[in-house]
């Protein structure tokens, strides 16, 4: 899973077996190490939840995904979730979680468990 911040967004993307783990157990994260600290992103399905939401405790940023949104994600075409979420202070952070595609340029990164990217011509 990647994760994308600037400014008041925050984007996830996952790959096949990513969204696969997500759907079946209903939770996904990852997580970078520092001296000292470690910083986790995680996706998880809320069975109360009508929009998505966020929560950044512990070090750990969480987004919060309704069941009947991603319910079968990982078996349709759907790309992706996104919601707005108005703070406590007025201010919005924008929320977006996604299938990550292989790239249309080249990359030294392992794409062998990304999606197909539908603009690429076979």
Not at 74 to 92: S, Y
């Amino acid at each position: 899973m990647k994760i994308r911040i600037k400014g008041n967004s925050v984007r996830y993307r996952l790959t096949r077996s990513e969204v696969e783990t997500f759907c079946n157990t209903g939770h996904f994260a990852e997580t970078t190490e520092f001296n000292g600290r470690t910083f986790t992103y995680a996706v998880k399905v809320s069975e109360t939840k009508t929009h998505m939401d966020a929560e950044f405790v512990d070090d750990t940023i969480t987004l919060i995904v309704p069941e009947a949104v991603c319910k079968g994600w990982n078996v349709n075409d759907q790309v992706g979730f996104e919601h707005t979420v108005t703070l406590n202070n007025g201010n919005t952070l924008f929320l977006l979680v996604e299938k990550d595609f292989v790239c249309m340029d080249e990359t030294n990164e392992d794409q062998s468990d990304n999606y197909p990217n539908p603009k690429a011509v076979c």
